[in-house]
Protein backbone atom coordinates (compact mmCIF):
# COMPACT_ATOMS: atom_id res chain seq x y z
CA UNK A 1 0.00 0.00 0.00
CA UNK A 2 1.74 2.83 -1.27
CA UNK A 3 -0.31 5.66 -0.21
CA UNK A 4 -0.24 8.77 -2.61
CA UNK A 5 2.40 9.47 -4.62
CA UNK A 6 3.89 12.25 -6.43
CA UNK A 7 6.29 13.02 -9.25
CA UNK A 8 8.42 13.95 -10.12
CA UNK A 9 10.12 15.20 -6.47
CA UNK A 10 11.60 17.85 -8.26
CA UNK A 11 11.44 19.90 -11.90
CA UNK A 12 12.74 22.85 -12.81
CA UNK A 13 10.88 24.70 -15.88
CA UNK A 14 11.50 27.87 -18.12
CA UNK A 15 8.21 30.53 -18.38
CA UNK A 16 6.12 29.49 -21.18
CA UNK A 17 6.56 25.80 -20.44
CA UNK A 18 4.33 23.27 -19.91
CA UNK A 19 3.77 20.35 -17.67
CA UNK A 20 1.86 17.67 -15.72
CA UNK A 21 2.28 16.79 -11.98
CA UNK A 22 1.08 13.29 -11.25
CA UNK A 23 -0.63 12.23 -8.10
CA UNK A 24 -1.58 8.73 -7.44
CA UNK A 25 -3.07 7.09 -5.00
CA UNK A 26 -4.08 3.45 -4.12
CA UNK A 27 -6.61 3.61 -1.23
CA UNK A 28 -10.16 3.84 -3.34
CA UNK A 29 -10.09 7.38 -1.96
CA UNK A 30 -12.89 9.19 -3.98
CA UNK A 31 -11.74 12.61 -2.90
CA UNK A 32 -8.22 14.01 -4.35
CA UNK A 33 -7.11 17.78 -4.18
CA UNK A 34 -4.06 19.69 -5.06
CA UNK A 35 -2.49 22.32 -2.57
CA UNK A 36 0.11 24.56 -3.30
CA UNK A 37 2.47 25.76 -0.50
CA UNK A 38 4.47 28.86 -0.78
CA UNK A 39 7.04 29.47 1.54
CA UNK A 40 5.87 31.19 4.63
CA UNK A 41 2.36 30.08 4.02
CA UNK A 42 0.05 27.31 4.59
CA UNK A 43 -1.44 25.42 1.65
CA UNK A 44 -4.03 26.32 -0.79
CA UNK A 45 -6.28 24.56 -3.02
CA UNK A 46 -5.95 24.96 -6.46
CA UNK A 47 -8.45 22.31 -7.47
CA UNK A 48 -10.39 19.36 -5.93
CA UNK A 49 -12.16 16.08 -7.25
CA UNK A 50 -15.07 14.66 -5.74
CA UNK A 51 -14.62 11.23 -7.67
CA UNK A 52 -13.92 10.48 -11.31
CA UNK A 53 -14.90 12.79 -13.85
CA UNK A 54 -16.10 15.28 -11.72
CA UNK A 55 -13.79 18.20 -10.80
CA UNK A 56 -14.03 21.56 -9.10
CA UNK A 57 -11.61 24.88 -8.31
CA UNK A 58 -10.23 26.12 -5.26
CA UNK A 59 -9.13 28.78 -4.25
CA UNK A 60 -6.19 29.43 -6.78
CA UNK A 61 -7.01 27.61 -9.70
CA UNK A 62 -5.85 29.96 -12.22
CA UNK A 63 -3.00 28.89 -14.56
CA UNK A 64 -3.61 24.59 -13.67
CA UNK A 65 -6.12 22.23 -14.99
CA UNK A 66 -6.79 18.94 -13.83
CA UNK A 67 -8.97 15.94 -15.10
CA UNK A 68 -9.77 12.63 -13.10
CA UNK A 69 -10.47 9.91 -15.36
CA UNK A 70 -9.86 7.10 -12.51
CA UNK A 71 -9.98 7.08 -9.41
CA UNK A 72 -6.55 6.56 -8.59
CA UNK A 73 -4.82 9.43 -10.73
CA UNK A 74 -5.69 13.11 -10.42
CA UNK A 75 -2.66 14.83 -12.81
CA UNK A 76 -2.06 18.86 -12.41
CA UNK A 77 -1.43 20.32 -15.82
CA UNK A 78 0.60 23.69 -15.41
CA UNK A 79 -0.83 25.49 -18.96
CA UNK A 80 2.54 27.77 -19.67
CA UNK A 81 4.55 28.04 -16.94
CA UNK A 82 5.38 31.35 -14.74
CA UNK A 83 7.53 32.22 -12.09
CA UNK A 84 4.79 33.03 -9.61
CA UNK A 85 4.02 29.32 -9.90
CA UNK A 86 7.31 28.74 -8.33
CA UNK A 87 5.87 26.52 -5.07
CA UNK A 88 5.65 23.43 -3.72
CA UNK A 89 2.79 21.16 -4.73
CA UNK A 90 0.98 18.81 -2.92
CA UNK A 91 -1.35 16.13 -3.64
CA UNK A 92 -4.08 14.48 -1.19
CA UNK A 93 -7.24 12.31 -1.22
CA UNK A 94 -9.57 10.80 1.27
CA UNK A 95 -12.88 9.28 1.74
CA UNK A 96 -16.05 11.21 1.14
CA UNK A 97 -17.23 11.04 4.52
CA UNK A 98 -17.19 14.48 5.87
CA UNK A 99 -14.24 15.44 8.15
CA UNK A 100 -12.42 12.58 6.84
CA UNK A 101 -8.85 12.76 7.02
CA UNK A 102 -6.90 13.60 3.81
CA UNK A 103 -3.78 11.71 3.11
CA UNK A 104 -1.10 13.58 1.86
CA UNK A 105 1.70 13.02 -1.10
CA UNK A 106 5.23 13.60 -0.16
CA UNK A 107 5.09 16.57 -2.65
CA UNK A 108 6.72 18.30 -5.63
CA UNK A 109 9.09 21.15 -5.60
CA UNK A 110 8.48 22.98 -8.63
CA UNK A 111 11.08 25.78 -9.84
CA UNK A 112 10.20 27.82 -12.81
CA UNK A 113 12.69 30.40 -14.07
CA UNK B 1 -16.00 31.96 3.13
CA UNK B 2 -13.26 29.98 6.03
CA UNK B 3 -10.41 31.36 7.17
CA UNK B 4 -7.67 30.12 9.59
CA UNK B 5 -5.44 32.15 11.65
CA UNK B 6 -2.71 31.06 13.68
CA UNK B 7 -1.12 34.48 14.97
CA UNK B 8 2.17 32.94 16.07
CA UNK B 9 4.47 32.80 13.10
CA UNK B 10 7.54 31.78 14.70
CA UNK B 11 8.23 30.54 18.43
CA UNK B 12 11.41 29.61 20.25
CA UNK B 13 11.49 27.54 23.46
CA UNK B 14 14.28 25.82 24.97
CA UNK B 15 14.08 22.01 25.46
CA UNK B 16 11.83 20.48 28.40
CA UNK B 17 9.68 23.80 27.64
CA UNK B 18 5.76 24.03 27.60
CA UNK B 19 4.60 25.45 24.57
CA UNK B 20 1.32 25.83 23.21
CA UNK B 21 0.38 26.98 19.63
CA UNK B 22 -2.47 29.10 18.91
CA UNK B 23 -5.16 28.67 16.27
CA UNK B 24 -8.37 30.74 15.25
CA UNK B 25 -10.77 29.85 12.99
CA UNK B 26 -13.93 31.54 11.33
CA UNK B 27 -16.79 29.46 9.50
CA UNK B 28 -20.49 29.54 8.33
CA UNK B 29 -20.87 25.83 8.55
CA UNK B 30 -22.31 24.26 11.41
CA UNK B 31 -20.62 21.33 11.20
CA UNK B 32 -17.17 21.49 10.24
CA UNK B 33 -14.32 19.62 11.52
CA UNK B 34 -10.25 21.27 12.90
CA UNK B 35 -6.96 19.38 11.84
CA UNK B 36 -3.41 19.55 12.76
CA UNK B 37 -0.82 18.53 11.05
CA UNK B 38 2.96 18.71 11.48
CA UNK B 39 5.83 19.36 8.68
CA UNK B 40 9.38 18.59 9.81
CA UNK B 41 12.40 20.05 8.02
CA UNK B 42 11.65 16.77 5.51
CA UNK B 43 8.89 18.44 4.13
CA UNK B 44 5.99 15.68 4.69
CA UNK B 45 2.60 16.77 6.16
CA UNK B 46 1.98 14.40 8.62
CA UNK B 47 -1.67 13.96 10.70
CA UNK B 48 -1.94 14.73 14.47
CA UNK B 49 -5.47 15.66 15.34
CA UNK B 50 -9.03 15.78 14.25
CA UNK B 51 -12.12 17.36 15.75
CA UNK B 52 -15.45 17.55 14.78
CA UNK B 53 -17.65 20.72 15.89
CA UNK B 54 -20.09 18.83 18.19
CA UNK B 55 -16.96 17.35 20.04
CA UNK B 56 -15.29 20.07 22.72
CA UNK B 57 -13.83 17.18 25.22
CA UNK B 58 -9.90 18.27 25.15
CA UNK B 59 -8.02 15.27 24.22
CA UNK B 60 -4.39 13.82 25.28
CA UNK B 61 -1.79 12.15 23.64
CA UNK B 62 1.53 11.71 25.41
CA UNK B 63 3.16 14.82 25.07
CA UNK B 64 0.60 16.41 23.50
CA UNK B 65 -2.48 17.86 24.16
CA UNK B 66 -5.54 20.15 22.27
CA UNK B 67 -7.90 22.59 23.37
CA UNK B 68 -10.59 23.24 21.61
CA UNK B 69 -13.37 26.06 23.00
CA UNK B 70 -15.90 26.94 20.44
CA UNK B 71 -16.98 30.25 22.24
CA UNK B 72 -13.48 31.70 21.00
CA UNK B 73 -13.64 29.56 18.11
CA UNK B 74 -10.19 28.50 18.70
CA UNK B 75 -8.17 24.91 18.96
CA UNK B 76 -4.90 25.58 20.89
CA UNK B 77 -2.25 22.95 20.84
CA UNK B 78 0.01 22.45 23.29
CA UNK B 79 3.13 20.02 23.82
CA UNK B 80 4.29 19.28 27.39
CA UNK B 81 8.25 18.54 27.79
CA UNK B 82 9.45 20.40 23.96
CA UNK B 83 12.29 18.02 22.56
CA UNK B 84 14.39 19.03 19.95
CA UNK B 85 12.37 16.53 17.77
CA UNK B 86 9.27 18.82 17.93
CA UNK B 87 10.97 21.41 16.01
CA UNK B 88 8.46 21.52 12.90
CA UNK B 89 6.55 23.80 11.50
CA UNK B 90 2.70 23.08 12.65
CA UNK B 91 -0.60 23.41 10.74
CA UNK B 92 -3.71 23.98 11.64
CA UNK B 93 -6.51 23.63 9.24
CA UNK B 94 -10.56 23.73 9.12
CA UNK B 95 -12.89 21.55 6.56
CA UNK B 96 -16.72 21.79 5.77
CA UNK B 97 -18.72 18.86 4.37
CA UNK B 98 -16.33 18.34 1.69
CA UNK B 99 -13.60 16.85 2.98
CA UNK B 100 -11.37 17.54 -0.02
CA UNK B 101 -11.43 20.67 0.88
CA UNK B 102 -9.88 22.41 3.65
CA UNK B 103 -7.88 25.53 4.76
CA UNK B 104 -5.03 26.43 6.11
CA UNK B 105 -3.34 28.35 8.63
CA UNK B 106 -0.14 30.28 7.32
CA UNK B 107 1.57 27.82 9.79
CA UNK B 108 3.76 28.51 13.07
CA UNK B 109 7.64 27.70 13.05
CA UNK B 110 8.52 26.07 16.53
CA UNK B 111 12.23 25.12 17.52
CA UNK B 112 13.27 23.91 20.30
CA UNK B 113 16.68 24.46 21.09
CA UNK B 114 18.60 21.85 23.06
Known amino acids: NAGVTQTPKFQVLKTGQSMTLQCAQDMNHEYMSWYRQDPGMGLRLIHY???????DQGEVPNGYNVSRSTTEDFPLRLLSAAPSQTSVYFC????????????FGPGTRLLVL | AQKVTQAQTEISVVEKEDVTLDCVYE???????LFWYKQPPSGELVFLIRRNSFDEQNEISGRYSWNFQKSTSSFNFTITASQVVDSAVYFC???????????FGDGTTLTVKP
Open chain 1, 49 to 55: SVGAGIT
Open chain 1, 92 to 103: ASSRTAPGETQY
Open chain 2, 27 to 33: TRDTTYY
Open chain 2, 93 to 103: ALSGPNAGKST
